[in-house]
């Protein structure tokens, strides 16, 4: 990574705080490289998120994706990665973070991880 993630990624506070609510971002443009093979990996992002304090910002957001784009990294280790970024982050009521990748030698591959707050 090339900036800290605190530099990268911003939040804004939660218009409805009181209000369970639901946000579901997808970014279709993902990219990494796979670490054993060298060639790019492509993929679909989707965030599901009940906010806490804070929501995520858009932009930032794409900007701190992009940052993965020639890391050589494993799909489990982007998508725990990235989901405990954001709830690092925003500290979500829920957040499942679903990473679906292209077709490669004809076998694609999802990987789903999931946060739940403690009540």
Known sequence: MNAPLDQILETF???HPGRPYTV??????FTS????TGQPDFGTLVF???PGPKCVEL??????????????IY???ATNRIL?????????????????FTARGGI????????????
Do not use: H
């Open 24 to 29: 579901r971002i997808a970014c279709p443009e």
């Open 108 to 119: 694609t591959t999802t990987v789903t991880a999931t946060f739940e707050a403690e009540r």
């Open 84 to 100: 405990d970024d954001l709830v690092g982050l925003l500290s979500p009521r829920r957040m499942t973070l679903e990473a679906a």
């Open 59 to 72: 932009k930032s957001l794409k900007l701190y994706l992009q940052q993965y784009r020639n890391l050589g």
């Open 33 to 36: 490289v796979c670490p054993k």
């Open 48 to 50: 599901t998120y009940v």
């Open 13 to 15: 506070e939660n218009p």
């Open 75 to 77: 799909y489990e280790d």
